[in-house]
């Protein structure tokens, strides 16, 4: 059996796993390097701790399995079915995760430094944590999904859905028309004119943060942006390369 202890002391998200899966597939720790699992049905398997570096799982049905701490290091896991599938601290550096649909599943901590996300699925996904910098999540579907802390520095953010995710305290690409539109578009609710100011952003991505702060002269849309960028503290330091910014409460 595997050691039920340890893995809720560090990740404890993963009681629902352990709770419903006692008699799964065991696949602990288990040397799988290189191996062809195109295709395969692994739904529920305990690969926790498993070496599947450079692995070929495109298509695979992962949907509910335990991959916590498993070594997926450049694997293939292109379209590949991974809902509700706890990767908490998993290491999937430079993975093609391409078109895969991780709905609902358990990421954090884990690392997707330079993996190519787009197209993802992603939606509700729980990334606090999670290390995605570099990461392609070319239009990915991040709604809902809960990126708290998150390294988001260097990720490519083009046509993704952020749509009531999660972003306090996550480490944010400043350069993301995407990203900085979303933000102002959440703040702005349903004013027409705050709105606006979302779309300009979101449409011209041949500007810089230069051009926006001379563009926007207004003092009201000033400080609507200025109260939007509050939660993230990297936005308001850029932002006060340009204009000059209240303290809280001003």
Known sequence: MFDRTAILAKYPQSQQWISNHENAADLRAADLIGANLSGA???GANLSGAYLRGANLIGANLRGANLVSADLVGANLRAAD????YLSGANLRGANLSGANLRGAYLVDADLSGAD????NLSGAYLRGADLSGANLVGANLSGADLRGANLLGANLLGANLVGADLVDAYLELTSHDLISEILR???GTDIKKLM????ILINRDRCWSDFAELITDENDQSF???SFRPYPQLIKRLSEYWTIPEEGE
């Open 41 to 43: 049905n692994l739904s």
């Open 82 to 85: 991974l809902r509700g599938a």
């Open 117 to 120: 996300l787009s197209g993802a």
């Open 186 to 188: 959440r703040a702005a």
């Open 197 to 200: 100011i979302a779309g300009l």
């Open 225 to 227: 942006i200025v109260e």
